[in-house]
């Protein structure tokens, strides 16, 4: 279908029985709401947008739209086709395959070639294409048989294979602002493809439609229908010949929880869980809270919820509080065994405990420099008295020989060199002041002196 068809079918009457979010899809990009900062004069839709015959040079063959649900991924990629006067072809990535795509290339590159006629081949949700439907793009791609847009909701630098992303121009959308939901309702309101005046909405239910709808535009458009639905209905004309008002409670009756964004295979999904970890690292008691809260509301497997706290007391605790590995390890079992929703429970106190506790990445430090060492082949030889010989051959070796068993010794600290020779002297683990590690710190102060026989001979 063109584009033109699509905003033909869009203003005609019968339209209006259609979602009030396809109703009000914007039909040019001068009507879009928000994402400014992709649609400044030269962009690379604005360049798309131009008249397929004037901008075809200039324009990008290929562009990525990478952004949450509702921001207009869709509308751009129609508006495009439509303002440019390029054939419209669109396939979903979760009912497609690659026959389907190859049909679509084959008429795109016979309606190029016989009448000199351009298409947008729109693919939504392209992160759902395998590597081979993906790959199946590239020629068309390259020899401009088609202009490609994909949408995607996933960061395309995980989700879209390398050959076809330097292809394209990846775009990234955002959320839309208050503000600017405000302004998407409001018109909704007036507009003669939305709902002609002929419903009010006071300023703290069209407040309350916009929190729910989590910069979400398509959202904050069913939720005010929804609305609206409820005000027009039979029963509620007959009680009043007035027009009729939503109201903060026809809100809340229609959609009673806000919308909380969050895609366990998303951006949206690892974007939280950063914040939760970093929030624990930074020993913000109220923001891991949050987070935690926003994870659990959607939906998220405790299970994994408790592995990252584990991970997160062994990488920023770790020796400073070595009881807080303990309270975790606990904390996993205990969800496991107890589940939802007592689990959440469980969970904040472990969170919590990782995030007042004093912090030590010393351990991580340490473990991460000397797999370097191993990496680069700094490696060298066990020295001969710390092997193992549990044979008389192995003996005549010398293996074992000349070892210093540690608890014959003052301290069970023996003078004895433990790294292979080319390694001597390398230290890994440098403790903090901060918690027990200010007194692992002390004692090494003390023993690493022995071990590199650096102190008067204790025998």
């Known amino acids: 279908m063109s584009e033109n068809d ?104 016979e309606r190029l070639v016989s009448r000199g006629q351009e298409t947008v081949l729109f693919i939504d949700e392209v992160h759902r294409f395998s590597k081979s439907q993906q790959d199946a793009l590239l020629p068309a791609v390259e020899n401009r048989d088609v202009t490609f847009i ?29 503000n600017q939901l405000t302004e998407l309702v409001q018109r909704a309101l007036a507009d003669e493809r939305g709902l002609k005046g002929e419903v009010k909405a006071t300023d703290e239910a069209v407040a309350d439609i916009v929190r729910m709808a989590g910069g979400d535009a398509r959202k904050s458009l069913t939720i005010l229908e929804a609305a ?99 309270v975790t390890v606990a904390a996993a079992q205990a969800v496991a065994l107890v589940g939802m929703p007592e689990a959440r429970i469980i969970l904040a106190e472990a969170a919590l405990a990782v995030a007042t506790a004093p912090k030590s990445n010393a351990g991580y430090n340490a473990i991460n420099q000397a797999l370097a060492d191993v990496d680069a082949g700094r490696i060298g030889a066990v020295p001969l008295y710390l092997r193992n010989a549990p044979t008389k051959l192995m003996k005549e070796w010398g293996n074992h020989e000349g070892y210093k068993y540690a608890h014959d010794w003052p301290g069970a600290v023996a003078p004895q060199e433990y790294l292979p020779e080319e390694l001597r002297g390398t230290e890994y683990y440098h403790p903090n002041d901060r918690g027990y590690e200010h007194e692992v710190s002390q004692r090494l102060a003390r023993i690493r002196p022995i071990l590199h026989g650096e102190a008067p001979d204790q025998k």
Do not use: C, W
């Open 150 to 178: 994909g949408a995607t909701t996933e960061n395309p630098s995980f989700s879209v294979i390398k050959p076809l992303l330097s292809r394209s121009v990846v775009v990234k959308l955002e959320s839309l602002e208050p």
């Open 6 to 109: 699509l905003f033909g079918a869009a203003d005609a009457p019968e339209s209006m029985t259609r979602p009030l979010a396809v109703r009000m899809r914007p039909r040019t990009l001068d009507e879009v709401i928000g994402q400014t900062q992709v649609l400044g004069q030269g962009s690379p839709l604005r360049r798309l947008a131009n008249p397929a015959s004037k901008g075809s040079l200039t324009a990008p063959s290929s562009v990525i739209l990478f952004g949450p649900p509702g921001v207009g991924k869709t509308t751009l990629a129609t508006i495009v086709a439509g303002q440019s006067g390029r054939v419209f072809e669109e396939l979903s990535a979760v009912t497609s395959g690659v026959k389907d795509v190859r049909d679509v290339l084959t008429r795109a590159h």
């Open 228 to 326: 609206a639905g409820a005000v027009t209905g039979d029963e509620a004309r007959k009680k009043s010949a007035r027009r009729p008002i939503i109201t903060p409670d026809i809100v809340s009756t229609v959609m009673d929880t806000a919308t909380v964004r969050y895609d366990k295979d998303g951006d949206d999904h690892y974007d939280v869980i950063s914040a939760f970890i970093k929030s624990m690292r930074g020993s913000d008691p109220d923001a891991t809270i949050h987070y935690l809260a926003r994870m659990l509301k959607a939906g998220e497997d405790p299970r994994f919820i408790a592995r990252r706290i584990m991970i997160a007391a062994s990488e920023e605790v770790g020796l400073a509080a070595p009881q807080i590995l303990q």
